[in-house]
């Protein structure tokens, strides 16, 4: 029964990821397809990414864009329809796309809710985990020399040059403390009497705007500046969102920091261009910053859009993604907006126009070639206190000026991403990833959303409270983008955070650094990020550089970069897809990996077909659950394994 | 009785400090004169550092060496002894010099060690250690914000850019891997035919010793180059020794990290000045590195001087130390020495002789004027055995193959820089600290010993488990320089380090990297070394400041260096020897400091004088030891502190 819960799980997930056009591995189709009595087939059904930009090519060239189908779009219960003419709107005959079915999605969320919450599943669960952690301690016990010799042997590659991308970093803090300040004095010293502000009609230079906030630039400092967290920003979101504004003042952020002010973004354009030139000068260090769509105005994406193209906001170490704030509350209770299904309207409708008619909307076309995906972000330990249902009210019924759910926000999100992708793959263009922050506080139900929803997601800390939603996000491999000196400013202290326990595991994880501006000291907020991890928690040279690779794997970047990063064959799992000279990942770490995976998954389809009822009979090939390739070696050296 | 022990032993580390021309701080002064009934006088006996080198002046100039004394230089019991000629020695007349007495050495340790073992003052200096925790705490609770506003509003200063120095690092470490590894291939590119290296008189260029090693520089990396300390060499000194091999070859370390080889240390010296050199950009960080003098023969001076003129290893963010392995069991094993005495003599000897006779060891003169202190170093937690009193064998009779205990190479050590410092004082020359690794490991004798001969130390960790020595190094501000990443590898795990406790006592800690090529990953050591602290101990702004000002205070920097970095009034104690502009350390912070350090001292005169017994009446002033200066804010605010 637990094993065929585990397998209903997984294929539900396999269902969502492939509708929406993500990524689901190759290993636990197989498995649930061997289920099935089925034959696996190899699909290529996954992710479209943007090819790098070619020498000579101009990352905003607008020739080679596609045709006006001349579609027309419109949202209905909160998701966009594509209908070939305003006409067939009427008569109700949407384009044959794969629409999601809010019924299903809460039949299958129901079915996983009960699942998680079941005592034997959570048992199985546990001792699976836990199995699965005394494993690597023992695999590491006999072979961390291997290992180690591995890379040794290894020509030319080690950590300090094989790629890593950090996952999760948000564009408005991409920059360290430092680096702001030092451009706030750069611009004084250049920009002093250039009208840079907009004080509700007034036109204010940056000179008389430092005036007005009785600021010098000369005597401005990383203390005066105070965006950084520190001991009072623990447990307290509220106040860490204030640091966003330089010497707490929303002017400075304003001309800073937003992509919108009477300069046009011109500055934070900058800083971001810099930041990227520092990961081009580290060369092995890639970044996916995160710029804001708030769905508050319709406007809000071509002016982004054009901030991008204006000011030529580009470089190759760099993956854009899209970040939407779950804030319908505020906005609705300013009035800006009737509904929340007016807000998704705002995200959304922009990006279908652009994609059904890039002509008409050049310079979003263009961005959306560099955007990988979108992310919904906000303080998760806020409670809404609904609960999504079939009887929830339609995005366009819900008046009311509390917020959404969590889960409401992400089927949202994910049901328009889902007929978009598809609509975009049918043209040729790039798909997006969904990849929302999720399990960095709150209820276990977010991590149980993303399950579904997500093809990654950033932070995770709460699986450690679910077993079950644990071991499902190791039998997936769904990534995890972890920060945990992040977490140590806001939620966790850094010594607790749980990411040595889940790569000792084998779940997925990369380290990413968030902010930097609000958590970082040093020129290299990502090294700061590997270098602190790998002291604290003791990561040996292989572990940090298999959560580089998994960084890379996580992440935005093209087929193309990824096969040059990762050698040619990443896409194949287990041994075969690892190249050493490129990852610096030991071959016998990744077997070892993929031995455990495929083990565990055996588990379950042994389970379902009934044929060996786990840890009773030991055929001494790991039927038991006990015995496993690492253990045999202990055996060999004369220890008996007995089950 | 506890307060006339802890008295004693105040005067104690007063006189030895004072014997040797090293520091002892103002204020206990003021209350042992107190507590004496005496009047205290301030006095000019303190080291006596070399002064910047000016503009346009070269660092290793001679003309202004002084003349030939003409002294004749003899040891005698280990101590070394001058005379006005040769025939004086039979007359057994020395100069007027205070020389130790190893008599009233021992009486002096034999009393402290009685103290530290003493229930009643175990208990007195835990109870005092505990509240000065507390009442830290209060003060944060209190101050915090209070602090935090005093550094906003001080214009122009920052962490970034206030001074800190690195206060323990090691030469021939003093560079990380990744540093390390592109100069070996940058040599390579340069030098390949070039004869580097003589193996037993066959002379190889660079491009045969790679050969013979079967390497070849470009498939080099920091894996293969294995000088990173892991999860080996916890527990293990040995093993961490051997990282000091590059690719375990002992071959590179005499090519790249010594100073005498074929090539006359060339490449060493050029890897130092690079380091010298990345340190200049960075402006506001300095470094202590330490060479080594071994003592295995009597030429290792001339030598390393000369290597040091030679190659003009000079730089403005720099200063020397001599370290002494305490090594003498190997050098004795393999005969190289006849007895303990021939070590001592070939450690102290020629520094002594260039002294008397600058005209005639003028490299080694001109190096001297660079040294600012000796370091004592090697193994804390071998355990020799011996018991240091006045029966112990005298250093020329100790002709066995035994190493001395810590405490009789402690001991021999200062005996030997006492007459040193008290001969280079009287010639205008610069003097030297003792600046001992103590505490790492091994047993709290060594802490003792320390607190009787050093100046300050490195380390520290074993504080931890005497109370009343802790006491003691923070009634005496005994200068610590602790290097928690170090410890993390070898000693003890970076969550559990004492450093956060120490700091909030009161205690004077530094931060410093000991070896940035076995511990550090990124290209700044000494910010990586600051940021993790600030990161896992959740250190404050003002922490951090406070810890890089000890840090200034602590080192080998010269008066106007220091006057400079830390304001002209740096020598005075409390809050009139902190200037907010240049240390960024909050004024209220170091009142704080002053405030409980006078508390503390003062509680030990009225247990001394007998006048108030502690802890039993409290007339509202402090006098109970419980209602301080910051617990009076609490009574404003409305609560009553019952004593």
């Not at 919450?117 to 020399?145: C, D, I, W």
């Not at 094989?162 to 004095?185: E, G, P, S, Y």
């Not at 769905?295 to 000011?311: Q, V, Y």
């Not at 400013?489 to 501006?517: C, I, R, W």
């Amino acid at each position: 029964v637990v094993c065929k819960g585990l397998y209903r799980a997984l294929c539900i997930r396999e269902k969502y990821m492939q509708q929406s056009v993500q990524r689901f591995p190759r290993t636990p189709s197989q498995y649930l397809r061997a289920i099935e009595g089925e034959v696996w087939r190899a699909s290529d059904a996954g992710p479209v990414f943007t090819p790098p930009v070619k020498d000579g090519q101009d990352p905003f060239e607008t020739g080679s864009l596609a045709e006006n189908l001349g579609y027309h779009v419109q949202m209905k219960d909160g998701v966009v329809y594509i209908y070939g003419d305003k006409a067939a709107v009427g008569r109700n005959e949407p384009k044959d796309l794969p629409y999601p079915s809010l019924e299903h999605f809460v039949d299958d969320m129901n079915f996983l809710l009960a699942l998680i919450a079941q005592g034997p599943v959570k048992t199985y669960a546990h001792r699976r985990l836990k199995f699965l952690s005394s494993k690597f301690q023992v695999h590491e016990m006999l072979n961390e020399m291997e290992e180690m010799k591995e890379l040794k042997n290894n020509p030319h590659r080690d950590f300090y040059n094989c790629r890593k991308v950090d996952t999760h970093i948000h564009a408005a803090a991409c920059m360290n403390q430092k680096h702001l300040l030092r451009f706030i004095k750069k611009s004084y010293c250049m920009d002093a009497d250039r009208v840079v502000y907009d004080a509700k009609g007034k036109q204010l230079t940056l000179k008389q705007l430092f005036q007005q906030l009785n600021l010098h630039p000369y005597d401005l400092t990383v203390d005066s500046l105070d965006v950084h967290a520190g001991r009072q920003t623990f447990q307290r979101f509220d106040k860490f969102n204030d640091k966003y504004n330089p010497v707490g003042a929303s002017e400075l952020r304003d001309l800073y920091l937003k992509t919108e002010n009477a300069i046009n973004g011109e500055y934070f354009a900058t800083i971001i261009k810099e930041v990227g030139s520092d990961l081009e000068d580290a060369k092995y260090q890639h970044a996916e910053p995160r710029l804001s769509i708030y769905g508050r105005s319709a406007e809000e994406w071509p002016k982004l859009a054009s901030w991008f193209n204006k000011h030529r906001v580009y470089s190759p170490n760099m993956k854009w993604m899209i970040q939407v704030p779950r804030i319908y509350d505020v906005f609705r209770s300013k009035n800006f907006l009737p509904h929340f299904g007016k807000m998704l309207e705002n995200i959304f409708v922009p990006v279908f126009e652009a994609t059904v008619n890039p002509q008409a909307h050049k310079e979003l076309s263009v961005f959306l070639r560099h955007i990988t995906g979108f992310d919904s972000v906000d303080d998760e330990s806020k409670h809404s206190g609904h609960m999504f249902c079939t009887k929830s009210p339609k995005p366009e019924q819900w008046t009311s000026e509390k917020n959404p759910s969590y889960t409401y926000y992400i089927y949202y999100m994910y049901a328009n991403i889902v007929v978009l992708n598809n609509l975009r793959r049918q043209r040729g263009m790039n798909t997006f990833l969904f990849r929302p922050h999720c399990g960095e506080a709150g209820a276990i139900t977010h991590l149980l959303a993303a399950f579904m929803t997500a093809d990654n997601i950033s932070h995770g800390l709460n699986l450690k409270k679910s077993p079950v939603l644990q071991y499902l996000y190791f039998l997936a491999q769904i990534p995890i983008a972890m920060s945990p000196l992040s977490n140590n400013s806001l939620f966790l202290e850094y010594a607790k955070n749980p990411l040595p326990d889940f790569h000792q595991k084998g779940l997925m994880v990369s380290l990413s650094t968030d902010d930097p501006m609000q958590f970082h000291y040093t020129k290299e907020p990502l090294m700061e990020e590997y270098a602190i991890a790998a002291q604290v928690f003791k990561l040996s040279t292989c572990d940090m550089c298999e959560i580089a690779r998994n960084s890379v794997l996580q992440c935005g970047l093209s087929h193309e970069e990824k096969a040059k990063f990762l050698g040619e064959n990443y896409q194949e799992e287990g041994p075969q897809g690892n190249d050493i000279r490129k990852t610096n990942v030991a071959q016998i770490r990744v077997a070892y990996r993929y031995e455990t995976w495929c083990y565990e998954l055996n588990l379950i389809a042994e389970g379902v077909a009934g044929e060996t009822a786990p840890g009773i009979v030991c055929s001494g090939n790991g039927g038991c659950g006990f015995c496993c390739p690492c253990l045999s070696e202990l055996q060999k050296g004369g220890m008996r394994s007995e089950p």
